[in-house]
């Protein structure tokens, strides 16, 4: 039983309108004596043309008060105070009874949605940004998948362009074979990067690089074979980033899998007289939307990184029929994504509003700075070591006999860099604060980690689930706050779905473990004042802990049974 579409669907008698516009308008008013649940009448009042307080009167006339203590006409809003001991009996139970599956909907089947996350450039370091759409991306990958969207995770890897004429013409003239061999990535950025310092002097270079990126283009065997070993070797690199951050994807096509579908597109855009020339290049012209051109061929007939977007677009809505198509990708592409779905638009496509940029901030150091490029691949290796270092440090000193101490440190130290970069709304920079990211207190992942490890302590000194409990029992201010968070685990994730907000889900994890902890200290457990008190309390927990879980799990965090 859900109290808001309980809600929604005795309203939506009153209005013929949809049903989860009307959930969606549902508040959790800030204070309890003003309910649990509160309806305000401004839409309503909006549709039908009637005062709002006219209408929160009129609802509450016919509302019927099963499953409530009190409903109130207050003002335009409608307050639903609901009845404690029935709530408090439903929401355990269907937490319990659901388990793994509390929070699970089906409200997207039959609709595709495409989540585009991380999609690194191969034969370059993988940087602190790419590890934030990394998270962010795997996180609404399980959320959407959750809410019964069938899901696709695409990595578009940047493994197409000039530069790979460039790295081919390089390798040529200094490539290390065993250097390659043991660290690819550090190799192919070293002759890349001298490619770039040669060129200053030599300008025949980059003729070079363009000879090689054609021959690429026309299939030479030999370019071919070098591109592709690059791209091997870079993949397998990442490929373990991935393992440690437990991310997976569905499909690689990155942007060399579209060199061979532009020419189509190029000759759509043409077709419907949008390709114009300028200065020898051929552009979409945007100045109708105050942007600049959107380049589609540059000057040497060279198609670029936005010719390979407006191809995969193409290529996805034909392919997966999407109803949303979601890129996760830095603040810095805003411009870049709005020229694409403008193009789109403009070739008469209406899916072009269903391709959406979900953009985020910069992440920051309080002590490091991020500046040269090299640094980057190094400080990511060693961030992610960094965390689990510091974590098996704090395990050493509060916990020192846990068993499997190093894996523990792992899900929990990778965690709370996840968790730390999934906080806030995504659009926000980070600033990196080990101290404050690594802390067992505050709203931080080992916070929450710890706040299950300690449910699941209490559960292990208790025998098996009992049935029959008195849930009536509960009747404390903290167990009824604790249970209200709860049933909030839906109208938290719908929220994310709707603001494409992982962050939606890590705040509310951290409401329920604040709430389970207020619980924790006001209440012993083990020692309640009767053996009924304690049964109840015990499935508190139980819930409590299937609720972290299955939150944690959304934002891509594996729980530990002990810390
Ligand atoms: N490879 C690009 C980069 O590292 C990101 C790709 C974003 N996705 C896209 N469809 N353009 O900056």
Not at 51 to 80: S, V
Not at 241 to 267: C, H, I, P, R, W
Not at 446 to 451: C, L
Not at 530 to 555: H, S
Request: aromatic share 12%.
């Amino acid at each position: 039983m859900n109290y808001k579409s309980i809600i929604a669907n005795k309203i939506c008698e009153y209005i013929d309108m949809d049903i989860n516009t009307l959930e969606n308008l549902i508040e959790v008013p800030p204070r309890s004596d003003m309910g649990d649940f509160a309806f305000p009448c401004f839409q309503l009042a909006k549709e039908l043309k009637k005062a709002p307080n006219i209408i929160a009167m009129e609802l509450k006339e016919n509302f019927p008060l099963e499953g409530f203590e009190k409903i109130q006409a207050f003002g335009p809003y409608l307050n639903f105070f609901v009845d404690k001991s029935i709530f408090i009996k439903e929401v355990i139970e269907n937490i319990l009874h659901q388990g793994d599956n509390y929070g699970r909907n089906n409200v997207g089947e039959g609709k595709n949605v495409i989540v585009e996350y991380s999609s690194p450039n191969i034969a370059k370091p993988f940087h602190i940004g790419h590890l934030f759409t990394t998270v962010i991306g795997n996180s609404l990958y399980k959320i959407f998948k959750f809410q019964g969207y069938n899901t696709i995770g695409i990595n578009h890897l940047g493994d197409w362009g000039t530069q790979f004429g460039k790295l081919i013409s390089a390798y040529k003239r200094w490539g290390d074979e065993e250097a390659l061999q043991k660290e690819p990535i550090t190799e192919l950025l070293r002759i890349y990067v001298k490619f770039h310092d040669e060129a200053e002097n030599n300008p025949e270079l980059e003729e070079e690089g363009r000879k090689y990126f054609k021959q690429l283009e026309d299939g030479d065997e030999e370019a071919v074979e070098l591109w592709a070993r690059f791209r091997d070797l870079s993949l397998k690199e990442f490929s373990k980033l991935y393992k440690t951050l437990n991310v997976t994807f569905d499909s690689y096509a990155g942007e060399s899998f579209y060199s061979d579908k532009m020419q189509e597109v190029v000759d759509e855009i043409d077709k419907k007289g949008l390709l114009v020339e300028s200065n020898g290049a051929k552009v979409v012209m945007l100045e109708e939307y105050n942007m600049p051109p959107c380049i589609i061929k540059k000057a040497d007939g060279a198609t670029i990184y936005a010719t390979r977007d407006l191809a995969a677009a193409f290529y996805r809505k034909n392919t997966y029929d999407f109803y949303k198509n979601i890129y996760v990708v830095g603040k810095d592409q805003s411009l870049h994504f709005k020229q694409v779905f403008t193009t789109i638009d403009l070739m008469g496509y209406e899916w072009a509003k269903d391709c959406h940029h979900v953009e985020f901030g910069l992440v920051r150091f309080l002590d490091k700075k991020l500046s040269t490029r090299k640094g980057d691949v190094i400080l990511l290796d060693e961030l992610l070591n960094e965390a689990v270092v510091k974590t098996l440090e704090t395990i050493n000193e509060k916990n020192p006999t846990l068993k499997n101490k190093e894996e523990v440190a792992k899900k929990v130290g990778i965690g709370a860099i996840i968790f730390a970069y999934l906080k806030n709304s995504r659009e926000k920079d980070i600033v990196f604060d080990w101290k404050e990211m690594l802390s067992f207190e505050g709203e931080t992942g080992p916070y929450v980690q710890y706040t299950y490890a300690r449910g699941k302590s209490i559960l292990r000194k208790v025998g098996q689930r009992g049935d029959d409990i008195d849930y009536s029992k509960l009747s404390s201010k903290e167990e009824f706050e604790l249970v209200k968070e709860l049933e909030g685990f839906q109208s938290a994730i719908s929220a994310a779905i709707d603001k494409l907000q992982p962050s939606m889900v890590t705040r509310y994890i951290i409401e329920v473990a604040k709430a389970f902890n207020k619980f924790y200290n006001a209440h012993n457990i083990l020692n309640s004042e009767n053996e009924e008190i304690k049964n109840a309390r015990i499935n508190l927990v139980r819930a409590t802990i299937q609720v972290i879980k299955n939150g944690l799990e959304l934002i891509g965090l594996q729980v530990v049974e002990e810390m």
